[in-house]
């Protein structure tokens, strides 16, 4: 549903349709309806979703059984559930202290059935037992854009205008009015909202399914729709952080419920009273009545047997999350782990400088003439600091964010080699290339640790061979690449293959046996496979296998 231009709507909107389609590989159509052509789309079910404000999905989901799936996630909110309000903005020389103030004003607002605007404020009225319609001096709906309503209290043409909450501030924020010209009154304290408000908060855009529509497909749009970040272009243009699953919307309800008792819907008590002089016309207002009370009971059979359909539908996407949210844990765990090794590297750091300190007072008692005393302990020192150093690198390595991105795996794989160049120059040896040019969303920076680490070990595993040789490879593999590292270096035994991965393993004298399970955690984290097997006659073949982008 929409109150702006069809090309504005687009716009805003077509990046988060392209990522659905993508996600889904299914055509996606984007459809912009006035509130009045919403209402027979819905009727009809010649749509399968619907984004729309609270309101409407509270009241679609009363009348026509959709289906509330997620909310929106705005900029300017750090709750979803108290994200949209009114804003009564006029001049800043006019002062406004009370409601009743607003009697003798000119009051514009866009639409009746706008829901951050007009709607919530008449609600909020409703509740003091006041009505807009009879109590403002003059109300006009004179349509949209928004900041239209603006310039016409800055020219004097109107005294109130009834907006939707951050409509002033964005307009300053764009500098398309001064921050002194006009100021929000009768405000309300919110922390959730970095806009001031006027009125009560309620939950932002929902988005909702129609009975219809198959719970599968659902789940499906569900997963694309949580995986957007505020980062990526669906979410920068679109003007919102993320979506979040469906808030508490029993404000939205008491609203709707204000709104039905005036003075949206005919009071039928008044022309009941009216018609009492008419007793035929009573009869038929009786008799139609008793239709009406039919026709209820029957949409209580059929919501009755939408809720049981709804009911199971959400059993479904519970699952769904619940396998989502398994792998967020799994993702957590890992991060724990490193933020551990990180405080080990931490707390060694400290006897280690204690042994410097030491060691280095010692060589300043020492006398002239003992000097291979203190180039041993010289060569002590050195060799704390290049410990240092290396837990330095591998706390830095653990506070490294990944950062996923496009990034190609030909382009990470030259950097690589060229950043071991020289070694490569001491062992005389010139890998072996097979590449593709391929792309995939990952973190470069983990990436080129990983390949960084994989060609170290060959270089180890080849140090006494006559002849050391690397190819490396890279081809598609259906819907993954697939990159292979092969030495002639002495290989490994089966036992030392069988736990290549483990923590704390190695075959090096000074290894840690850190560098293959730090591998691994960033493959996985890439959702990709890394695994080892020995050749056939002599040496190791590393490979990883990573999705597409």
């Not at 008449?122 to 003059?138: R, S």
């Not at 209290?153 to 109107?158: H, K, L, M, Y």
Request: aromatic fraction near 8%.
């Amino acid at each position: 549903m929409a109150f702006a231009h069809t090309e504005a709507v687009l716009s805003r909107w077509q990046p988060t349709i392209t990522r659905l389609e993508t996600d889904l590989d299914t055509p996606v159509q984007l459809v912009v309806l006035t509130p009045t052509e919403l209402d027979e789309a819905v009727e009809q079910k010649t749509v399968d979703f619907i984004i729309t404000n609270a309101l409407t999905a509270v009241s679609y989901k009363k009348d026509h059984g959709t289906s509330s799936l997620l909310t929106l996630v705005p900029l300017m909110s750090s709750n979803p559930a108290f994200a949209v309000g009114s804003a009564l903005v006029t001049h800043q020389e006019l002062e406004v202290n009370s409601v009743t103030d607003l009697s003798q004003l000119k009051v514009v607002s866009t639409d009746r059935k706008a829901f951050g605007g007009f709607q919530i404020f008449a609600g909020q009225m409703a509740q003091q037992g006041l009505n807009p319609f009879d109590d403002f001096k003059q109300l006009d709906f004179v349509g949209f854009p928004q900041n239209k309503l603006l310039s016409m209290i800055e020219a004097g043409d109107t005294d109130i205008a009834i907006l939707p909450t951050c409509v002033l501030e964005n307009a300053i924020k764009h500098r398309e009015i001064s921050a002194t010209t006009l100021k929000v009154v009768l405000t309300k304290p919110s922390t959730e909202l970095k806009c001031q408000s006027s009125s009560k908060l309620y939950p932002y855009y929902s988005f909702s399914k129609l009975g219809k529509t198959d719970h599968r497909l659902a789940t499906k749009v569900i997963k694309s729709l949580l995986s957007i970040h505020a980062t990526d272009d669906a979410a920068f243009y679109g003007r919102y952080d993320s979506w979040s699953a469906t808030v508490n919307d029993s404000s939205v309800f008491k609203l709707l419920r204000q709104l039905q008792q005036w003075p949206f819907v005919t009071n039928w008590t008044s022309i009941f009273k009216t018609a009492l002089p008419w007793v035929i016309a009573g009869f038929i207002f009786l008799f139609l009545g008793y239709l009406h009370h039919l026709r209820v009971k029957r949409l209580v059979v059929l919501r009755t047997h939408d809720l049981k359909s709804e009911i199971y539908q959400h059993k479904m996407t519970q699952d769904a999350l619940f396998t989502q949210t398994e792998q967020f844990y799994k993702a957590q765990r890992v991060l724990l782990t490193g933020e551990m090794a990180s405080g080990i590297a931490h707390e060694l750091n400290q006897p280690l400088a204690g042994i410097r300190y030491l060691t280095q007072g010692c060589i300043y008692r020492l006398s002239a003439e003992q000097t291979e005393l203190k180039e041993a302990m010289t060569k002590a020192i050195q060799q704390v600091d290049r410990a240092q150093e290396t837990i330095q690198r591998f706390r830095n390595f653990c506070h490294q964010p990944s950062v996923m991105s496009h990034c190609n795996i030909n382009m990470i794989l030259d950097d690589t080699l060229t950043l071991m160049a020289a070694e490569f120059s001491r062992v005389k040896l010139n890998p072996q290339l097979t590449l593709e040019n391929i792309g995939i969303t990952g973190d470069a920076s983990l990436l080129q640790q990983v390949f960084v680490n994989i060609i170290r070990n060959a270089l180890d595993a080849m140090e006494d061979v006559a002849k050391p040789q690397l190819f490396i490879t890279m081809a598609l593999v259906g819907d993954q690449v697939k990159i292979e590292f092969t030495d002639n270096g002495k290989g490994l035994l089966p036992q030392e293959l069988e736990r290549l991965f483990f923590p704390f393993e190695t075959s090096k004298k000074n290894g840690l046996g850190l560098g293959m399970i730090i591998c691994k955690r960033i493959i996985e984290e890439h959702h990709g496979e890394i695994s080892a097997c020995n050749n056939r006659d002599i040496g190791l073949t590393l490979t990883i296998t990573l999705p597409l982008e």
